[in-house]
């Protein structure tokens, strides 16, 4: 049965969103859809030579070797049922939208407990700079009181961008010079957020190599230090991941979960040249939600992630 174009909560998608996610999202559209037209088109019959050049596609996309066998599992024990190359699209829709689904969790902020503290994790280049901005935009176009931290004292370019985020929104930005001791810029933030009533505080941090225990370390230093001020807090650890990193996802979440507790992923990047299919990966294999997915460089193009348009957008 096709997919229709109403989500599991009940929302309804226009047409015109998911064909303007259809353009954001081209290049992943191009890995699942290149080979749309010959390997679905014509109503070809369900055969070897059919899985196979289904194989290659799902590989060429980035759904990784584990994730492509499953689909592919799951297709075949279907195949007897399905009347031809048709139906075995509909299907590989169905079975894609599974394995995501279970991911779509938007990210709740509770009206008590103030402030709601975000801890933005990732390595460098992947977006969480600019991700936190458009947070930022997005929470106080709901009527939240956001408020920024510049634990990212690495490099004096990521204090001086998230200040310039920070004036953009009109959002109080906790820094100190370069070099500070990043913990520290958290402790001063808690207790600024706090003392001001802020709604949520987003603290940023080093873009650092999940390779370099060192800097492990100081990631979880930043959360014991948060911790003082509320034994629940960070409540929300955000990795940002790089739409392009392939199989190098899943070994950042897992280095990166097992350091500071990863409850959120935010993909980035998806309308350049990344193929998008490790999203199926990270949703089979780590099963974190999904929080946002960033389409653009617009401060509108950070989008709550939902999987049904999301495959509606890839596989139309």
Do not use: Y
Not at 10 to 33: D, H, I, N, V
Not at 150 to 160: C, K, L
Not at 251 to 262: I, Y
Not at 284 to 308: T, W
């Amino acid at each position: 049965m096709p997919l229709s174009k109403t989500s599991d909560t009940g929302k309804k998608s226009s047409p015109g969103l998911l064909a303007r996610l259809g353009e954001k999202l081209a290049a992943t559209r191009r890995a699942f859809g290149g080979g749309h037209a010959g390997l679905f088109g014509g109503a070809r019959p369900i055969d070897d030579a059919l899985l196979e050049e289904l194989e290659a596609l799902l590989l060429g996309a980035d759904l990784g070797l584990d994730t492509t066998r499953a689909v592919l599992d799951e297709l075949g024990a279907r195949a007897r049922k399905l009347a031809d190359s048709g139906a075995l699209a509909a299907a590989l829709k169905e079975i894609l939208l599974a394995i995501l689904a279970p991911c779509e969790r938007p990210l709740a902020i509770p009206a008590t407990g103030k402030p709601f503290v975000i801890l933005m994790v990732g390595v460098n280049g992947a977006g969480k700079t600019t991700t936190i901005g458009k947070l930022a935009h997005k929470f106080q176009a709901e009527g939240r009181k956001v408020m920024l931290a510049a634990g990212d004292t690495f490099r004096a370019a990521a204090v001086e961008q998230l200040q310039a985020w920070g004036g953009r929104n009109a959002a109080p930005v906790i820094a100190q010079a370069a070099g500070a001791d990043a913990a520290a810029v958290a402790h001063d933030a808690m207790q600024a957020a706090r003392a001001q009533g802020m709604d949520v505080l987003i603290i940023d941090t080093a873009g650092r190599l999940q390779t370099q225990t060192g800097l492990m370390d100081e990631l979880k230093k930043i959360k014991r230090v948060i911790q003082r001020f509320d034994a629940d807090a960070p409540h929300e650890v955000l990795l940002v991941l790089d739409a392009g990193l392939g199989r190098n996802a899943l070994s950042q979440f897992e280095n990166f979960h097992a350091a500071v507790g990863v409850t959120g992923l935010c993909m980035t990047k998806l309308d350049g040249t990344a193929k998008g299919g490790m999203l199926f990966a990270l949703a089979r294999q780590a099963a974190c939600p999904i929080r946002f997915i960033g389409v653009g460089e617009d401060i509108d193009d950070l989008r709550e992630f939902n999987a049904r348009e999301f495959v509606e957008a890839i596989m139309p």
